[in-house]
């Protein structure tokens, strides 16, 4: 959906839901993938992430029209939509990406110019977690704005830190 579409006088509210905006696909909120509104059970694809852990988000629209969604430069689903029955992205359109921020979202830096991993990278050992690893401090100057929400961490598009 085109952003201009969303924005004016005369446009609709925006829904509570990224995947319920016309002509948008979502994957990975509530272990769900939104293909234009019709929405397909998955596999969960953050249940690797740690709390309070930053991590990088991806998606890339394939050249067979579906979408691959990538955490930490590791492949973590791949969708083709005609396996579904449902249409492919027409990659001759333009796409813009979605961060829905509903319920947690506190930070997050979109890298504009990120490319999909190498095979070498993609064929690496992943890193494993450390234990005993803490939340950051918000510094004293700094305001806490999901403080009195009980938000704890970052997740969203691009760099995030994982919720704790």
């Given amino acids: ?17 990224a995947g319920d905006v016309e ?21 969960p694809i953050f249940k690797k992430l740690k709390p309070c ?5 991806g998606a890339l629209a394939n050249v067979s029209g579906g979408m691959d969604v990538f955490i930490n430069r590791r492949l973590v689903h791949s969708f083709d939509p005609s396996a579904a029955g449902l249409e492919r992205l027409d990659l ?3 796409l ?5 921020c ?8 979109l890298i504009t110019d990120s490319v999909p991993p190498t095979p ?7 890193e494993v977690p450390t234990a005993g690893t803490r939340c950051p401090q918000p510094h004293p100057d700094e305001e806490d704005e999901g403080a009195d929400k009980g938000q704890k961490g970052e997740e969203g598009d691009g760099e995030a830190q994982a919720g704790g």
């Avoid at 579409?5 to 509570?16: H, I, K, M, N, R």
């Avoid at 948008?24 to 998955?42: D, H, K, M, N």
């Avoid at 813009?96 to 829905?100: I, K, T």
């Fill in 96 to 100: 813009w990406a979605v961060v829905d």
């Fill in 23 to 43: 002509k948008t696909y979502v994957c990975g909120y509530a272990r769900s993938l939104f293909w234009e509104g019709e929405r397909i059970q998955i596999d």
């Fill in 92 to 94: 001759d359109q333009p």
């Fill in 102 to 109: 509903c319920g947690g979202l506190k930070k997050a830096v």
């Fill in 1 to 17: 959906t085109d952003p201009e579409s969303l924005a004016g006088e005369e446009a609709e509210p925006l829904p509570g839901c």
């Fill in 120 to 126: 070498e990278e993609a064929a690496a050992p992943e």
């Fill in 53 to 57: 852990k930053i991590f990088t988000i």
